[in-house]
């Protein structure tokens, strides 16, 4: 089982429209949970960070923490062109290292 | 404030070379960590240094090796380069509460030739 696993893509939603992406992770000890956003090319943007359980918003982003599923998740609402990317899940379990997830990658269609 | 910031960007270097890169972290952050990213394998944990210690590393051969400096910059080296080692190397930095963001910089594109 991988330690930090993603929902398969692509992912393809039209525009307008509330993009859901997953992750499940294994450590039970994991401390807190990071959705990264990478364009093709460029490195990880941080977009939402989460440790307590429960949802956390942050404009047009909320993610979910479960941690007795050991689920996270991401929705973008009022999805954009330019939300087009990857986006990686990561875990935090010890010290300042993360775990990633292979990514999903998102396209959204005008 | 600024963010991190990597250099040099891009690299060329034939197999058998090694190779320096640098990292600064945000101003204030004192833990610096690093990754490799591959089309095959993602993003994989190198290490991290905190307060110029290793504290952390991940699954890779001595061939790779880092320090960090008392300012909190930190360096990575990959000594006998292989062809497998071509790759975007990430470093990225943070504070050291528990609960604490992590942020990339721009990454160094490294090709081995």
């Known amino acids: 089982q991988k330690e930090v696993e993603q929902n398969s893509g692509p992912l393809s939603v039209p525009e307008g429209a509330i993009a859901s992406l997953n992750c499940t992770y294994s450590?039970?000890?994991?401390?807190?949970f990071f959705w990264y956003r990478q364009y093709s090319g460029k490195s990880p943007e941080l977009i939402m960070f989460?440790?307590?359980?429960g949802d956390k918003e942050d404009g047009r982003f909320t993610a979910q923490l479960n941690k007795a599923s050991q689920y996270v998740s991401l929705l973008i609402r009022d999805s954009q062109p330019s939300d087009s990317a990857t986006y990686l899940c990561?875990?935090?379990?010890?010290?300042?290292?993360?775990?990633f997830g292979e990514g999903t990658q998102l396209t959204v269609n005008p | 404030k600024a963010g991190v910031t990597q250099t040099p960007r891009y690299l060329i270097k034939t197999r058998g070379q090694q190779v320096t890169l640098s990292c600064s972290p945000i101003?204030?952050?004192?833990?610096v960590s690093w990754y490799q990213q591959t089309p095959g394998q993602g993003l994989q944990f190198l290490f991290e240094?905190?307060?110029?210690?290793?504290?952390n590393k991940g699954n890779f051969p001595g061939r790779f090796s880092g320090r960090q400096f008392s300012n909190s910059r930190s360096e990575m080296n990959v000594s006998t380069l292989e062809l497998g080692d071509s790759a975007l190397y990430l470093c990225?930095?943070?504070?050291?509460?528990?609960?604490?963001?992590?942020?990339f910089g721009p990454g160094t594109r490294l090709t081995v030739l």
């Open positions: 990225a930095s943070s504070t050291d509460r528990a609960y604490n963001e992590q942020f």
């Open positions: 450590d039970r000890g994991s401390q807190s």
């Open positions: 989460i440790y307590s359980n």
């Open positions: 990561a875990v935090k379990t010890s010290g300042s290292r993360l775990t």
């Open positions: 101003s204030g952050h004192r833990s």
């Open positions: 240094y905190f307060s110029e210690t290793q504290r």
